[in-house]
């Protein structure tokens, strides 16, 4: 698996839009970039993946730009809610012989304030 | 649907006692993984399974155990416990042997004194 590197912490305010980047200078062909988010006091949730270009889904955005060696986890309009610890993986999804095998770095701890 | 449950959600042992941390889900999935969270540690991998029978270590196996004898249950035994292995403690299951599948537990705070 790729090693990422991320911001230990981040402070935003509400109804900004927050950008976590993730630099990942070893990314092979076939990996994926996988984001989880974790709540205090809960388990990390999953809650985007990307290959190359521009993914969005009801929570996020992930922009991977053409050379892949990094990646931006765009959260819009942040809430206090969205205070978490937000993890960025990358692996070679084709094949994953990696099942049950999740591997997280130390994430980035992103304190929203009113 | 329940998900991921873990028992007990709070545990405080004496060093040397040995238990039992439980992990059931109710999805039919494949694969079953153990966490530990230490504080500016993240999340690292203890054991893991890929289906019912079949186990292997992860990054920080010594002191737990593991077995995987149905498809819902993925114990974690700690057989002498010590105060390095307070943690908190979560359980994972996916159905798919991707990154992006992965359902979570609540976890389980454990102390050792």
């Known amino acids: 698996l790729a090693k990422t590197t991320q911001p230990i912490s981040m402070d935003s305010y509400e109804g900004q839009e927050v950008n976590i980047t993730c630099s990942h200078n070893?990314?092979?062909?076939?990996?994926?970039i996988t984001w989880y988010q974790q709540f205090p006091s809960q388990g990390p949730r999953f809650i985007i993946q990307?290959?190359?270009t521009k993914v969005t889904n009801e929570v996020a955005s992930l922009f991977i730009p053409a050379d892949r060696k990094s990646s931006t986890l765009s959260l819009p309009r942040v809430s206090l809610s969205d205070t978490a610890v937000y993890y960025c993986?990358?692996?070679?999804?084709?094949?994953?012989?990696?099942?049950?095998?999740?591997?997280f770095g130390q994430g980035t701890e992103l304190s929203v304030k009113p | 649907n329940a998900g991921v449950t873990q028992t007990p959600k709070f545990q405080v042992l004496k060093t040397g006692q040995s238990m039992t941390l439980q992990c059931a889900q109710d999805m039919n999935h494949e694969y079953m993984s153990w966490y530990r969270q230490d504080p500016g540690m993240g999340l690292r991998l203890i054991h893991y399974?890929?289906?019912?029978?079949?186990?292997d270590q992860g990054e920080v196996p010594n002191g737990y155990n593991v077995s995987r004898s149905t498809t819902e249950d993925f114990p974690l035994r700690l057989l002498s416990a010590a105060p390095s292995q307070t943690s908190v403690y979560f359980c994972a299951s996916s159905y798919s042997d991707k990154p992006y599948g992965y359902t979570f537990g609540s976890g389980t705070r454990l102390t050792v004194v």
């Open positions: 399974s890929v289906g019912a029978g079949i186990t």
């Open positions: 070893n990314i092979a062909t076939n990996d994926y």
């Open positions: 993986l990358v692996g070679d999804y084709e094949p994953y012989n990696q099942g049950g095998k999740l591997i």
């Open positions: 990307g290959y190359k």
